[in-house]
Structures are given as C-alpha cells and as structure tokens.
C-alpha cells in the first residue's frame, strides 16, 4: 500500500512539473535557430540591406609609392588617393549545414554549423576619394558571398567567418564597411 501512495506522489509531482519543462523547451531556442540569427547578425556587420539588395562597401587605400616610409604632405598629381567599392548582392539566400562530428563531442563540442549567403546576382561600383564616381557594373551570376562557421561548445558560441574572395585579394589596402543606404550611387 505504501508503494503505490509513493509511486502516486511521484506521478502527481512529475505531471505538476511537466508544464514548467515543456515551457521552458519552447522558449529555449534550437542550436539551428541560434545559429542563424548568430550567422545573420555577423552578415549585417558589414552590410545593410537597402531597397531589395544588399550592399557592402570596401575603402581601399592606394599603397605607397615611396619606399619603405610613408610619404608626408599632399600626393603628387595623378597618383590614386583610393576609392571605395560598393557591391550589390540580390536575392541573397542562406543555406545552413550542420557538420558536427563524433570527434566534435568527445572535444565538448555540441553542435557545428556552416552557414553560407549566396547571391542570385552581383555588381559594383567605385567611387573615387575625390568624388569621382564610374557607373554600377552590369548584373553577373552571383554565388556563395560569405560563409560562416559557428560551433558551440559549453553553451558558448564561437564563429570562424569566411569573407569575399575580393576582399582577401585587396589584402592589407581595404577595410569593409557598412555603408548608409544614403551614400549609394544611384543607378
């Protein structure tokens, strides 16, 4: 009799409790949900989406000519004083796929996540330093743009991005920026 009291008294505590886990399951977010919105925010750090695109800006600064010191006063004429390059991405689309691995959890690692933008179409323009200004390219096939991976570990999020290859090929002379849908060239 006094085991059947006590598997009663579990049963009612378990089914007391039981709303409180189930709420809390619902509100706590999926690895993949956070992982995108941690993949989204690390996209728009360096991009705004204006109209129906996305764009991206890259100061570039022209080397030195001079030799291993920087030059002091104005540049000689016609030497490029930098520019900035917008680019437009259209119809960005975010595939995720998750790559975690046997070896990932017995190094603490729950869940790892390759995110990757890739646009429908892309173009550019640049705008010299002293506002001269060349027209937005034609629309080219787009592709991947930026990859990103995040893991988690210990309930920590850790990410490892993969930017544009013409920003790895600019090197050290370009920083990526977020520009102002205002100070887009129109076209």
Not at 35 to 64: S, Y
Not at 67 to 94: K, M, N, S, W
Not at 148 to 170: F, I, R
């Amino acid at each position: 009799m006094l085991s059947r009291i006590r598997i009663f008294a579990t049963a009612v505590v378990a089914l007391s409790i039981l709303p409180v886990v189930l709420t809390w399951a619902q509100s706590a977010p999926s690895p993949r949900l956070e992982a995108q919105n941690q993949a989204n925010a690390l996209f728009e750090r360096f991009r705004v989406k204006c109209g129906k695109d996305h764009v991206a800006a890259i100061d570039v600064t022209a080397p030195q000519r001079a030799g291993f010191t920087e030059t002091l006063g104005p540049a000689a004429t016609g030497i490029a004083q930098g520019h900035t390059i917008y680019i437009a991405y259209a119809d960005i689309r975010l595939d995720g796929r998750e790559t975690t691995t046997d070896i990932d959890r017995r190094n603490g690692i729950s869940w790892r996540v390759t995110m990757t933008y890739s646009a429908a179409a892309v173009r550019q323009i640049s705008v010299g330093s002293d506002g001269t200004e060349g027209a937005w390219s034609s629309w080219q096939t787009g592709g991947p743009v930026y990859a990103v991976t995040l893991m988690l570990k210990d309930g920590n999020w850790s990410s490892s991005v993969d930017e544009m290859p013409l920003l790895a090929g600019l090197g050290r002379y370009a920083r990526l920026r977020r520009p102002a849908c205002a100070e887009l060239p129109s076209g």
